[in-house]
């Protein structure tokens, strides 16, 4: 953690999923079935995406790689299958060949504010400036690497795309360079800081889009697209009921995920994420919260195990230095 927030740190996203599409008509295709505007992207431009049902409900979340010859889509690996069978379904006559190429290549991902030049450093060479989702190709050895820039921690940084047999000399190159390992728990505590969401655990099939924080996932101006209706209604006509919000639990105490959220003995939430944040020295959640409660500093009680915890009602993100963009 420490590593991410003050220089870099390396972390094995290999477990991501990913879903490759080709075909003369996929990027037509895939403009009518996920939320941002995929028909824009050139080759090495990318963008967040969701997969929404025509409830406007989260199928599940997605980045899209837009390259020459194809597009890639990465997600969760649980949900590579039930996405692949729910887009073969919308397949009418369109020419596009879909499917799981997730074993081809793995993620090593670098984050922090030396990331850049730490990648450059390992790579040999100088990376262009990438716009966020964007990526560049790289080479190091012989072998041809595609480099992505992120921001999942809250920092800048740089995915390693790269055939699973070179994962293990790149990973030992970097800690040999003096990049620090960071394990899942510590990166889970990192993306809670940053505000964002994970599929199964803060998000589902029955959460809707505009229920979490995921903004950067839509666009209001693309035409039609699955579920595109109801995000439609909700902006700019509605409301919802609930969103995800963020808690900070200032004596470092911390419930479990699940714990109900109550304000005067009523229930009026849930928490979906709870961290410790040794950065802020505090207690940190994620959580749905109904919309008369979302001001921030608004006190709430959270269960605990030994009793009701107090928590304030906090803005996402918690923490946030990577550009949005």
Not at 10 to 39: P, W, Y
Not at 69 to 88: C, K
């Amino acid at each position: 953690h420490e590593a991410v927030r003050e220089r870099v740190g390396l972390t094995d996203r290999s477990h991501r999923g990913k879903i490759v599409a080709t075909g003369r008509d996929r990027q037509s295709f895939l403009q009518g079935m996920l939320s941002n505007d995929v028909k824009a992207l050139g080759p090495g431009q990318g963008c967040p995406a969701a997969f929404l049902d025509s409830h406007g409900k989260i199928v599940s979340l997605l980045v899209a790689h837009a390259l020459p010859d194809r597009i890639l889509l990465e997600t969760d690996a649980l949900l590579v299958r039930p996405t692949l069978e729910a887009l073969d379904r919308l397949l009418i006559s369109e020419r596009v060949e879909l499917e799981d190429a997730g074993a081809a290549e793995g993620i090593l991902t670098f984050a922090g504010p030396a990331a850049r030049k730490t990648v450059e450093g390992l790579l040999g060479q100088a990376l262009p400036d990438l716009g966020l989702y964007h990526h560049a190709r790289a080479g190091v050895d012989g072998l041809e690497l595609r480099v992505v820039r992120t921001a999942e921690s809250g920092e800048d940084g740089y995915d390693l795309w790269a055939p699973v047999g070179a994962l293990a000399p790149l990973w030992e190159r970097a800690i040999g360079a003096g990049v620090r390992p960071v394990g899942r728990e510590a990166w889970n505590v990192l993306r809670v800081e940053a505000g964002v969401v994970w599929y199964g655990v803060d998000v589902d099939a029955s959460t809707l889009l505009l229920e979490a924080p995921l903004e950067q996932t839509y666009s209001l101006t693309k035409g039609c697209y699955v579920g595109q209706e109801v995000v439609a209604r909700i902006t700019y006509r509605g409301h919802v009921n609930r969103k995800i919000v963020g808690f900070s639990f200032p004596d470092g105490r911390i419930p479990a995920a699940g714990a109900a959220v109550s304000v005067e003995g009523r229930e009026v939430g849930r928490i979906t994420s709870p961290v410790v944040s040794p950065a802020l020295g505090r207690g940190l959640a994620l959580g749905f919260l109904r919309r008369e409660h979302w001001a921030p500093g608004t006190k709430v009680e959270v269960a605990g195990a030994g009793g009701a915890l107090t928590a304030e009602v906090a803005a996402l993100p918690f923490h946030r230095r990577a550009a949005e963009r």
